[in-house]
């Protein structure tokens, strides 16, 4: 019931969910061009009152553009020389804010005292960690090679790659990435819980929710990922999806938990 309740949820703001993301690259982008390249400027034309750009690249680019510019530009950097790592450990902080918010909700829904269940959150964090992080990395690593092949190979454009890696990801990707992950949380926070995993339980587990999850991620995912290929700069991606990623987690750990 409670995951029912908070797909619901889900569901209902993902519109804004989907926005934030798009808003703050946005800002962040522009306020990066603005503090890289001083001499931007606006000029109006000799012709009317319409505003137009001229600049001249500055060689050295300045440090400035907000705290949003600052704190993107620190991301994307440690995200461009460590990818591997840094991706392990955006998905170890979304899973552990996705599980939070999983574990408030259920109270809610269940009408009871909130109580932080440390051992499932040690267990969906490392899970993140050792594994959604590096899948995602290279699993999108695969993506974009396709991406660039068929631009190179048949001249396609952004929207037919998109449809095409779209198409990869929800398949292929789907079927790799879902089933595997209920066997490494179940052993993760039996690591934490100093117990014996039970691959029994595991299976049976993926067998009984398996399929509800399947259709909520093909509900959630095709559009996001198809916006997120088609529209958004390929390095600003996995900052996309990682703001979706977050409310996604938090249905997640309620079917897998």
């Known amino acids: 019931m409670q995951s029912e309740v908070g797909m619901r949820s889900f569901i209902n703001i993902y519109p804004l969910v989907i926005t934030i993301p798009f808003a703050f690259a946005l800002h962040a982008e522009t306020a990066q ?20 750009l001229s600049s001249e690249l500055s060689p050295e680019p300045s440090v400035g553009g907000g705290i949003f510019a600052r704190t993107y530009g620190a991301y994307g950097k440690q995200l461009k020389e460590k990818p591997l790592r840094t991706q392990s450990a955006t998905a170890g902080v979304i899973s552990l804010f ?43 690593e695969f993506l974009w090679k396709i991406g660039r092949w068929q631009e190179r190979r048949y001249g396609l454009g952004k929207f037919l790659v998109a449809l095409t890696q779209n198409a990869v990801d929800q398949t292929l990707g789907v079927a790799l990435f879902f089933p595997a992950y209920f066997y490494i949380y179940e052993y993760a926070e039996a690591l934490v819980g100093f117990r014996v995993p039970s691959f029994a339980a595991a299976t049976a587990k993926m067998k009984s929710e398996i399929g509800s999850v399947l259709v909520a991620q093909y509900r959630v995912w095709p559009l996001t990922n198809l916006i997120n290929f088609s529209l958004i700069p390929e390095h600003l991606r996995v900052l996309t999806s990682n703001f979706v990623a977050v409310l996604w987690n938090a249905y997640l750990c309620t079917k897998v938990a």
């Open 98 to 140: 996705g599980d939070v918010l999983s574990q408030i909700v259920e109270a809610k829904a269940l009408g009871v005292p909130f109580a932080l269940n440390l051992a499932r959150l040690s267990g969906f964090t490392i899970a993140g960690t050792i594994f959604s992080g590096p899948f995602v990395h290279l699993w999108y």
């Open 33 to 52: 061009c603005f503090s890289s390249c001083p001499s931007l400027h606006l000029r109006e034309s000799e012709r009317g009152h319409k505003l137009f």
